[in-house]
């Protein structure tokens, strides 16, 4: 199973960005999908979270801005990120509990990360 994010770069102050990634391999099922980033001299912090049933969940600094959403027919999470901010600037990485087979246990799979800076 691999993940394999995409769309990050280099965005302006108050610009937006779509961070895609897409789960492949032997898949059976996916579960909570999410999306976390760590910023140079920092902890990993959550981002957002979303369900196969699409409930989702957000980190506190980014309520309100970002989004995300999945495509559980292309095993694929997405993270809409408006109003950005210096601070926001980080590595997003993505992730996914996956199944690959039925009656098989789910196991956390990370994509490659993806570099997001917010600067003028």
């Known amino acids: 199973v691999q993940l394999q994010a995409s769309g990050g770069g280099l965005v302006q102050p108050g610009g937006s960005l779509r961070l895609s990634c897409a789960a492949s391999?032997?898949?059976?099922?996916?579960?909570?999908m999410g999306w976390y980033r760590q910023a140079p001299g920092k902890q990993r912090e959550l981002v957002a979270s979303?369900?196969?049933?699409?409930?989702?969940n957000y980190g506190d600094s980014v309520k309100g801005r970002f989004t995300i959403s999945r495509d559980n027919a292309k095993n694929t999470v997405y993270l809409q990120m408006s109003s950005l901010k210096p601070d926001d600037t980080a590595v997003y990485y993505c992730?996914?509990?996956?199944?690959?087979?039925?009656?098989?246990?789910?196991?956390?799979?990370w994509g490659q990360g993806t570099q997001v800076t917010v600067s003028s």
């Open positions: 391999g032997a898949i059976y099922a996916v579960a909570i």
């Open positions: 992730n996914g509990d996956v199944q690959d087979h039925a009656a098989g246990s789910f196991y956390t799979y």
């Open positions: 979303i369900t196969a049933a699409q409930y989702a």
